[in-house]
Antibody, heavy 117, light 112 residues
């Protein structure tokens, strides 16, 4: 069965960096585009970024452009999100999600990032 | 960016009664390939979102047929014919037609 397991979250000071990972299993990872979506505490869902199957194209929300980098390692079935210059407003749960065509069909459990001094 | 607006934001319902959620987009969601990429997700407390409906009206695997989606262009609706206890939580519409993908604010379904 499809499984997505995020890791790498934690409590981080403003201005620091963090690398989130999403380990995929149960499907051919290299055949699917992958998304990151975040959710601030008690708030709605915010799309963050998408990467195409071979990593050739990446798109970002304006709110994270220049600070976030999405990448993938198809040999290790893993998706990454590098976050630089963390801000308090980056606090939230970060989900990876599989893209089936132009919708997201499976989501991971999420990893919590807390930015606080 | 396409703005997705859901109504109502909160919906108290009685078990066994129907429920309906509306989602309106600021632009048409018809893709250049002719498809409309509007999906609905459900998030229970403390859980990740899970897909219910894709391409306006297609139920995802395991979704009961008392849950249905409809609409076209800019106006879409999610309907639950008979609400059950497992339906509580927040429902989000999401457009995948254009980047950036965008979500509605969420509608909280509560049992009254």
């Amino acid at each position: 069965q499809v499984q997505l397991v995020e890791s790498g979250g934690g409590v981080v000071q403003p201005g620091r960096s963090l690398r989130l990972s999403c380990a995929a299993s149960g499907f051919s990872f290299n055949n699917y585009d992958m998304h990151w979506v975040r959710q601030a505490p008690g708030k709605g869902l915010e799309w963050v970024a998408v990467i195409w199957t071979d990593g050739s194209n990446k798109y970002y929300a304006d709110s994270v452009k220049g600070r976030f980098t999405i990448s993938r390692d198809n040999s290790k079935n893993t998706l990454f999100l590098e976050i630089d210059s963390l801000r308090v407003e980056d606090t939230g749960v970060y989900y990876c999600a599989r893209a089936e065509d132009f919708w997201t069909d499976y989501w991971g459990q999420g990893t919590l990032v807390t930015v606080s001094s | 960016d396409i703005v997705m607006t859901q109504t109502p934001l909160s919906s108290p319902v009685t078990l066994g009664q129907p429920a309906s959620i509306s989602c309106r987009s600021s632009q048409s969601l018809v893709h250049k390939d002719g498809n409309t990429y509007l999906s609905w997700l459900h998030q229970r407390p403390g859980q990740p979102p899970r897909l219910l409906i894709y391409k306006v009206s297609n139920r995802f695997s395991g979704v009961p047929d008392r849950i249905s989606g409809s609409g076209a262009g800019t106006d879409f609706t999610l309907k639950i014919s008979r609400v059950e206890a497992e339906d509580v939580g927040v429902y989000f519409c999401m457009q995948g037609t254009r980047l950036p993908n965008t979500f509605g604010q969420g509608t909280k379904l509560e049992i009254q």
